[in-house]
């Protein structure tokens, strides 16, 4: 083998230009399938992590009970509330949220009471969403206690914490007053303990977070809750853990964030299936290109190919050396890609920014993703390869020399 080696790495050096080529041909293929690999990847973690990354992955409700908006018209616009409470609630909660704890694949759950209402202060009557939740478990969700941006995250007795939408419509404070009115007619002031931003002017304009004890009381739920929440270790799987909470309970139903977005889900197969697409046709540009300097090669290299042959070597050992020039070709050229791909990667977040300055998504780069890429383009270059070891393999020696 080292025989063989030898001959493949003198061939590659006395034909500078063409290996040069080449394996600018494959830095650019596996760069621009690394980049594109990346890039592709960060936009739908991106994507699914903008959806789902601090809500629910999976929503345990009432039978054939749906989040129900709330349209509220006022002079000059309207305003959608979602989440608006039911009154039937899930009577076994405490069972249910037991067993979720005990589900591996589970990692939060959170038990939550919710109800719709309005905030008054002065002349302005705002529509709410009114959130009742135990802080602790509903923070693992939402990481309310690192959005606060002014205040505590407390909301014990009566004290609440508002959205920072919410605070500057109706100029309040940590440690103001607020009267909320709700849909079932019952008045009560709380005080605004803290102020949070979840990144979403619809739910910092409209929740508000309080305890559940005191949720209970004031939306007249006894021993009941609206819906319980959960997050789950892998995203994609949130249809098979909903089905297996249904399975497991009756007269319930588990909302999915999958079935709820499959527009999103459709979306993002399409990108993956475009980008396997383009990538295969780069592997496929890549392997001709070794294959057509290969051949060439065989060509203009038919005179010492015919001298080795005479001199006694093997047509497998012929064969081997077109093999080891393929494989020589295509590693270096996979690794330097990969190289570059990396770094138009990086130059992508650093360059390219939005109106605020931040990176317009986050590119990861995945070490087994581009150990794939090298191990194909290796397998592509000895692929590529083939014919010409054939071909080479095939050359009669006397008819090479007499010709040449």
Known sequence: MWFEFKVAWRFLKSGKTQTILILLGIIIGVAVQVFLGSLISGLQKDLVNQTVGSSPHITVLPEDQRPRPLVVNEDKYSRIVTFAGSQ?????WREIEEYLNSVNEITSVSPTIDGSGFAVRGQKNLPI????????????IYNIEDNIMNGQSEVGGNNILIGSELANELELEPGDTLKINTSGGITDRFIISGIFDLGSKELNSSWIFLSIRRAATLLNFS??????????????????????????FSNINAESWQRNNESLLTALQ?????SLIIQVFVIIAVTLGIASVLAVSVVQKSRQIGILKAMGTKRKSVGTIFLIQGAILGLTGSILGALTGIGLSQAFVTFTRGDSGDALFPITIEPKFILISIIIATAAGMIAATIPARNSAKLNPIEVIHNA
């Open 270 to 274: 399409s990108q993956s299936s475009s």
């Open 223 to 248: 021993d009941k809750v609206s819906n319980i929440e959960v997050q789950i270790q892998d995203v994609f799987t949130s249809n098979s853990i909903s089905d297996q909470i249904m399975a497991r």
């Open 129 to 140: 969403v009114l959130r009742g939740v135990e802080i602790n478990k509903a923070d693992s």
């Open 88 to 92: 039937t609630g899930i009577n076994r």
